[in-house]
């Protein structure tokens, strides 16, 4: 069975760096795709990156763009979301997901959350003002 294992969430200043980690049981992320999703408090769960592995594309939020960066590291079995310049905003439990179709994120324009097979637990993030 595939399991997520997502952390690295902490508390940070606003304008500070966090690097979110997934690690994976039975499967190595160059067969698959993954997306990083979050959920705010009283908020709806929206999506912030993804990869397929089918083609290497990858999607962002547009409230991400330039700030955040999604990456594989297929040899530890992980993949990573680098989080730079963060704001109050991005304050959330961020999720990792995978799926085994590897072009889940190239069929999309942005990053939806429908179609993945395997979520971890989550990972909390809080930015400071």
């Known amino acids: 069975e595939v399991q997520l294992q997502a952390s690295g969430g902490g508390l940070v200043q606003a304008g500070g760096s966090l690097r979110l980690s997934c690690t994976a049981s039975e499967f190595t992320f160059d067969h698959f795709t993954i997306g990083w999703f979050r959920q705010a408090p009283g908020k709806e769960r929206e999506g912030v990156s993804c990869?397929?592995?089918?083609?290497?594309?990858?999607n962002y939020a547009d409230s991400v763009k330039g700030r955040f960066t999604i990456s594989t590291d297929n040899a530890k079995n992980a993949a990573y979301l680098q989080m730079n310049n963060l704001k109050p905003e991005d304050t959330a439990v961020y999720y990792c997901?995978?799926?085994?179709?590897?072009?889940?994120?190239?069929?999309?324009?942005?990053?939806?959350?429908?179609?993945?097979?395997?979520w971890g637990q989550g990972t909390l993030v809080t930015v400071s003002s």
């Open positions: 997901a995978a799926d085994y179709y590897r072009w889940l994120c190239s069929d999309h324009d942005t990053v939806v959350d429908k179609g993945y097979d395997f």
């Open positions: 990869f397929s592995s089918g083609d290497g594309r990858t």
